[in-house]
């Protein structure tokens, strides 16, 4: 068993693991028990009662993070011709074709989004094996194959913050929240946004409960338990 350092200890001697805390009072303390020196990142741990094995209990979605996740998003845009140009003029940081696609086929893979346009995913689609690995893949479900005319929203949306849930092969999904140096609230704002469109995004094949536990943790820290009740009825109202 690995052995935590005395930063580490001294975190989890500030939660009560048989506590199921309140959203807020969980927030405060997953702040206050991040023991590493540099900005750690909140992540939400939904373990789902759900079958990952069948198609008809999938969810996938995005979710828009009205304060962001605290750092600069990169897009790439796989597009050509007038598309190429809109998503230019949108801001994205990296467009092309068949350039990009061989850059990426050489390993380049130094950003955050992957979007493309409709026509270009014949070929992008072989690029699966690399951008698959990483959840970078464009994708339909997800939201990040777009029409032409679609491609500034969903650009500024991507650097709004726009984050991507899906069901892992062990029924868990895995979300970022946004930064420990974020101020109590937004991180409460954008925890709601995740768990608002989790809950919406329940499958018709789901059968008995739909989320099972909730844990809110940061990249070293402690992990803390969420009660289920209260961060299944968040809503932005």
């Known amino acids: 068993m690995a052995k935590h350092g005395k930063k580490y200890e001294a975190s989890v001697a500030k939660i009560d693991k048989a506590t199921a805390y309140q959203p807020k009072e969980a927030i405060e303390l997953v702040k206050k028990s991040a023991p590493a020196k540099f ?25 828009l993070l009205p304060h962001g996740l605290g750092k600069k998003v990169r897009v790439l845009v796989f597009a050509q011709g007038e598309a190429e140009r809109i998503a230019s003029d949108a801001g994205a940081d990296f467009v092309g074709g068949d ?14 989004t992957a979007i493309s346009v409709p026509e270009m995913m014949g070929k992008v689609g072989k690029l699966g094996k690399i951008l698959g690995r990483k959840g970078l893949m464009p994708n339909p479900k ?3 194959v777009v029409a032409m005319n679609d491609l500034p929203r969903v650009i500024e949306d991507a650097r709004k913050g726009r984050v991507e849930y899906k069901l892992d092969r062990t029924s868990i999904i895995h979300v970022p929240v946004g930064k420990v140096s974020f101020e109590e609230q937004k991180l409460m704002d954008n925890l709601t946004a995740i768990m608002e469109a989790v809950v919406k995004a329940r499958p018709s094949g789901a059968k008995g409960q739909y989320v099972k536990s909730a844990y809110l ?17 968040l809503t932005a109202g």
């Open 142 to 144: 997800s939201g990040t």
């Open 99 to 112: 350039d990009m696609i061989k850059k990426v086929e050489g390993g380049w893979v130094d950003f955050d």
């Open 39 to 63: 900005d750690e990142t909140v992540e939400l741990h939904l373990r789902m009662g759900l079958d990952s094995r069948n198609a008809a209990q999938q969810v996938r979605g995005i979710a």
């Open 217 to 233: 943790t940061t990249t070293m820290g402690p992990s803390v338990k969420l009660d289920i009740t209260s961060a299944t009825a």
